[in-house]
């Protein structure tokens, strides 16, 4: 079983669209999360933290379900700049242990 | 100069050839890593070095050599290298490394496109 695993879609979605990305890890014992989104051709860049109560920035909003080891980030209404793949990432808290990222899941907005 | 630089952009070579790539973190923070990215595949992690030290080294064939000189700088050489190898290789620094809340957030460079003929 990989260690984090995400649908690659790609998610084709109208203008104005809600979609949401599901993610699901291995570890129990990963203690922090994150979505990070990588544009083509581009380097990865942090979108945001996941916490354990959900948090929202903006459009963005993005939940923990911590006994069923997934995370999930949910777009309203998607800009054309939002095409990009985003990745979700986990880490372990034992020790030094760098982030483990998933293949990421590419979306689309269309006009 | 801000952020993560990496150099070169772009580097072609033959698989007999040395060469290396550079990192640059101006962002003070005390960990850097190494990550390979192929197509469709998610990001490898390659080497982790904090404080200078390295400290994870994921089964990297030894064709790549990283070096951490201090903790602005990463380099990674390489040699003797299979047509396999051609990938995205990602710089990315840390304030730290761990769990602890913000410690391991990464900040990316834009990475160097390697091919081997």
């Known amino acids: 079983r990989k260690e984090v695993e995400q649908d690659p879609g790609p998610f084709n979605v109208p203008e104005g669209a809600t979609v949401a990305f599901n993610c699901t890890y291995s570890?129990?014992?990963?203690?922090?999360f994150f979505w990070y989104r990588q544009d083509c051709r581009k380097e990865p860049k942090l979108l945001m933290s996941v916490y354990s109560s959900g948090n929202e920035d903006g459009r963005f909003t993005a939940q923990l379900n911590r006994a069923s080891q997934y995370i999930s980030l949910l777009i309203r209404d998607s800009k054309l700049s939002d095409s990009a793949t985003y990745l979700c990432v986990v880490t372990s808290d034992t020790g030094r242990r760098a982030l483990t990222f998933g293949s990421g899941t590419r979306l689309q907005v269309q006009p | 100069e801000t952020g993560v630089t990496q150099t070169p952009r772009h580097l072609v070579m033959g698989m007999t050839n040395k060469k290396s790539l550079k990192c640059e973190q101006h962002?003070?923070?005390?960990?850097m890593y190494w990550y390979k990215q192929s197509a469709k595949k998610p990001l490898e992690l390659m080497f982790v070095y904090s404080l200078e030290e390295r400290v994870e080294n994921n089964s990297v064939p030894s064709r790549f050599s990283p070096e951490c000189p201090n903790s602005s700088h990463l380099f990674l050489h390489l040699h003797t290298l299979q047509p396999e190898d051609s990938a995205l290789y990602l710089c990315?620094?840390?304030?730290?490394?761990?769990?602890?809340?913000?410690?391991?957030?990464?900040?990316f460079g834009a990475g160097s496109r390697l091919t081997v003929l």
């Open positions: 570890n129990s014992a990963s203690q922090s």
């Open positions: 962002l003070g923070h005390n960990a």
């Open positions: 990315a620094s840390s304030p730290g490394t761990g769990g602890s809340s913000g410690a391991n957030v990464l900040t």
